[in-house]
């Protein structure tokens, strides 16, 4: 996760609210229904946040709320189109229920905006070779796709 984490800090971070914090923590203590409760409140007290809305969207997959997460992910690419991590989350979301070919743009764009650094490189690798299989080409590095199922998503 600390990956992800490095993806969503910006220069907002130091005006996280405390409940931010807190949900966090509870996302590590593996306690995902408290930590969806921190992330709203820290929501409102920063509308809009993106990297909020992310968070409630991991924890909306990693609780089985798959509908909302997708919709919270589109909420956020609607209003923060070159967010990396919304585009990443809801590819493998669309995947996994089904919708290969909506998820192919969200791969795409994920790739433009990729996370750098070791600590993405396995994300950034699935995300190339997921996107190949989908569409048969070769992924982005000219390494032909491999065959076989789709991985699922680590959420």
Request: proline share 5%; glycine share 8%.
């Amino acid at each position: 996760m600390a990956w992800w984490q490095r993806l969503f800090n910006n220069s907002r971070e130091k005006d996280r609210t405390p409940y931010y914090e807190e949900g966090l923590a509870l996302v590590g203590e593996e306690k995902p229904h408290e930590a969806l409760t921190s992330f709203r409140l820290a929501l409102k007290q920063s509308p809009g946040d993106e990297v909020v809305l992310q968070q409630i969207a991991m924890v909306y997959t990693k609780i089985g709320m798959t509908d909302e997460a997708i919709k919270t992910y589109r909420h956020v690419v609607k209003k923060h189109p070159q967010v990396a991590g919304a585009h990443y989350g809801l590819a493998f979301l669309l995947v996994r229920t089904g919708k290969d070919v909506e998820a192919i743009p969200h791969l795409r764009m994920f790739l433009e905006n990729a996370p750098v650094g070791q600590a993405a490189a396995e994300h950034v690798s699935h995300a190339r070779e997921t996107l190949a299989q989908l569409t048969g080409e070769e992924d982005h590095r000219g390494v032909p796709s491999q065959s076989g199922a789709i991985q699922d998503e680590l959420f």
